[in-house]
């Protein structure tokens, strides 16, 4: 199995910064990569962003591209979301997952091993 837990989280004001981080542990061997995606109330899951390991390829949600960085250490299973101009809308919980099986890095179906989410709530 395969824990990942996920943190810094918080809250701040519009145009404001935050850096999440997320540890993976346990049976990390032969991922494809890790990915962002976040959950506002009352909305479904949607993704954020997502890095492949193999070449260092990163994939952005139109939303957060520009504004949103994805980085990680495969290494040291690490997986980062820098996220810069925080708007209201971005509020929501954030998760990291392991992509674990074949298909297109912006769809939940190839993530497994869900963290336990970290709080991001950016007032106006």
């Known amino acids: 199995q395969v824990q990942l837990v996920e943190s810094g989280g918080g809250e701040v004001q519009a145009g404001g910064s935050l850096r999440l981080s997320c540890a993976a542990s346990g049976r990390t061997f032969s991922t494809y990569g890790m990915g962002w995606f976040r959950q506002a109330s009352g909305k479904e899951r949607a993704f954020v962003a997502a890095i492949k390991w193999s070449g260092g390829n990163t994939y952005y949600a139109d939303s957060v591209k520009g504004r949103f960085t994805i980085s990680g250490d495969n290494a040291k299973n690490m997986v980062y979301l820098e996220m810069n101009s925080l708007q209201p809308e971005d509020t929501a919980v954030y998760y990291c997952?392991?992509?674990?099986?074949?298909?297109?890095?912006?769809?939940?179906?190839?993530?497994?091993?869900w963290g336990q989410g970290t709080q991001v709530t950016v007032s106006s």
């Open positions: 997952a392991v992509k674990k099986r074949v298909g297109s890095y912006y769809s939940i179906q190839p993530y497994d091993h």
